[in-house]
T-cell receptor
């Protein structure tokens, strides 16, 4: 079983739609969780951190469920510019910064 | 402020040849990481430098890979001799010291990657 699992997609959604991605992780000791965004043939960039209490940044909402070991990303009012691959990232406990990436979920927002 | 830079952007070599990839982190970032993405797979950690010291090299595939960071500034990753399965995109990332932000994780800033093709 992979340490971090994501549905690769692609998710094809119309502009204005709401779309949600989930990610599961296997290491219960994992401490920090993030969503990164990667545009085609570009480098990954941090989108947002994920906290147990849930956090929101504009149209983006991230949630963490430690009991079920999954994190989610909700995008409301999808824009064409949201088209990208969304990477789930997990780091182990202890403050060490080695990160584990999921394979990513591809989102295509259609006009 | 300049971001993480990597050179070359692309490299095409034949099996058995040697290739050296370079990464220049953001100025002042003590942490430097190498990652690799093989086609169709997830980005995988290779190793982590703190200044010039290797903190963790558990992700290095085998002894054909050698990473250095002399002087704690830029880093090189040498593959010698290259094999077909080494093809992929090699990303470098850098981050500040953990204590500077008071959190256990400092955002890692990624470079654009080097696309390596071994024929």
């Amino acid at each position: 079983r992979k340490e971090v699992e994501q549905d690769p997609g692609p998710f094809n959604v119309p502009e204005g739609a709401t779309v949600a991605f989930n990610c599961t992780y296997s290491n219960s000791a994992s401490q920090s969780f993030f969503w990164y965004r990667q545009d085609c043939r570009k480098e990954p960039k941090l989108l947002m951190s994920v906290y147990s209490s849930g956090n929101e940044d504009g149209r983006f909402t991230a949630q963490l469920n430690r009991a079920s070991q999954y994190i989610s990303l909700l995008i409301r009012d999808s824009k064409l510019s949201d088209s990208a691959t969304y990477l789930c990232v997990v780091t182990p406990s202890g403050g060490y910064q080695k990160v584990t990436f999921g394979t990513g979920t591809k989102l295509q927002v259609i006009p | 402020e300049a971001g993480v830079t990597q050179f070359p952007s692309h490299s095409v070599i034949e099996k058995g040849q040697t290739v050296t990839l370079r990464c220049d982190p953001i100025s002042g970032h003590d942490n430097l990481y190498w990652y690799r993405r093989v086609m169709g797979k997830e980005i995988k950690f290779l190793l982590h430098f703190v200044k010039e010291s290797k903190q963790d090299e558990s992700g290095m595939p085998n002894n054909r890979f050698l990473a250095e960071r002399t002087g704690g500034t830029y880093s090189t990753l040498k593959v010698q001799p290259a094999e077909l399965e080494d093809s992929g995109v090699y990303f470098c990332a850098s981050s500040q010291e953990s204590w500077t932000s008071g959190s256990a994780y400092n955002e890692q800033f990624f470079g654009p990657g080097t696309r390596l093709t071994v024929l």
